[in-house]
């Protein structure tokens, strides 16, 4: 072992050490001090190099989950500026908060606002557990031929079609993964994370691939929005995978196939010019409705998006918002350019597509 691996394992012994009787002299002392106590704590943590000290339930969870520092697939050298002010302008409506990453792999541009901001996740949520899936396939753990058997505590209300069917029902992997992604199906998704380990195993995974505010709290369907994501992290992870890391190329292409084949397209896909190609997965519940995928261009360009609205219960302002900020970003990363001054704003009230009633019918299925 080397003297910087043993120096570096003392440093943080001694940084636990500090951290773990501050905090316990810190219960007795009056609010102001305990204020500038945490300063201190932080300070110590900042000069050994550790991640950042979070308090409370946070800090339970990032001692069992310690960040990992990975290196972004995106070289973020060229910001939108002219862009995101006129993000900022479209998307600063009553009741409703957007979050909006997206980036270029080749170029580096990229716009963010309020892209590291987490939301609820909603069937955003099952883009990271297809990920967790493929993984185990490349490590040979699991095999798209085997049965995997409905119970019926895997079972939950929303979309899907394995909810109706018989308990004991033995359904192949690989049907019940694409289901996960093209019908956005809560059953499968319950059975897949269940076949993985749990919720818990999951979470280790996306903290090994450096997502910072993605997690599973509670099985699907999560109709209160528990489990959550950022613009940022969807965007980091499908970046990670179109960069040829974290799965192998067999497992990209499948995973690029079935989310060609979402079948929800009134979010980012209305945004899009005639031609385009878009690899994505939607999430919709009362509270929440988002979007995240990778955008080829009709001229080859391409593009890496996410965007998420919170919003009073099915407010559907947020969807027509979505195809808003998606019309305004693919102008601006169908060019080649590596900068937008011609940045526009987009009225919602100017947009075609499919009628937003059609998603309407899906908000209590948890997509």
């Not at 060609?260 to 031609?275: F, K």
């Not at 019309?327 to 009230?349: G, I, Q």
Request: glycine residues 8%; contains cysteine; proline residues 6%.
């Amino acid at each position: 072992m080397t003297n910087a691996v043993l120096d570096r394992k003392k440093e943080k012994a001694f940084a636990d050490k500090v951290i773990r009787k501050a905090v316990k002299r810190n219960r007795r002392k009056p609010p102001g001090q305990r204020l500038l106590m945490y300063m201190g704590i932080s300070a110590v943590v900042a000069l050994s190099g550790l991640a950042p000290f979070k308090f409370g339930q946070a800090a339970k969870q990032q001692a069992a989950t310690p960040a990992v520092a990975v290196p972004p697939p995106i070289a973020l050298v060229y910001p939108l500026d002219e862009l995101r002010k006129k993000i900022e302008v479209v998307a600063t409506m009553k009741s409703l908060r957007a979050g909006v990453f997206a980036a270029d792999l080749k170029t580096g541009k990229f716009v963010d606002y309020n892209g590291h901001d987490e939301y609820a996740a909603a069937s955003m949520i099952k883009v990271p557990v297809y990920v967790s899936l493929l993984t185990a396939l490349d490590r040979k753990e699991v095999s798209l031929d085997q049965l995997v058997e409905i119970r019926q505590d895997l079972i939950t209300g929303g979309s899907g079609w394995l909810q109706w069917r018989p308990v004991g029902t033995k359904v192949p992997l690989r049907e019940v993964a694409e289901l996960m992604i093209i019908v956005s199906d809560n059953t499968a998704t319950n059975m897949v994370i269940d076949l993985l380990g749990g919720k818990e195993k999951c979470n280790r995974d996306y903290v090994s691939w450096g997502l910072q505010k993605t997690r599973i709290n509670n099985m699907l369907g999560d109709f209160e929005g528990t489990n959550k994501t950022s613009p940022y992290d969807m965007v980091y992870l499908l970046g990670r995978i179109d960069r040829g890391e974290l799965i192998s190329p067999e497992s990209r292409k499948w995973m690029y196939q079935t989310m060609e084949r979402t079948r929800i397209r009134t979010l980012l896909p209305p945004g899009l010019a005639p031609g385009s190609k878009i690899l994505h997965k939607t999430g919709d519940i009362g509270t929440m409705v988002g979007d995240a995928g990778i955008v080829i261009t009709p001229t080859g360009q391409r593009y890496i998006v996410s965007m998420q609205v919170e919003r009073p219960h099915n407010d559907r302002r947020a969807n027509l918002l979505i195809r808003a900020l998606s019309k305004m970003v693919y102008r601006c990363f169908a060019s080649p350019s590596l900068t937008c001054s011609d940045a526009e704003a987009v009225p919602l009230e100017s947009l075609s597509g499919p009628p937003v009633h059609h998603a309407r019918r899906h908000h209590r299925k948890h997509h």
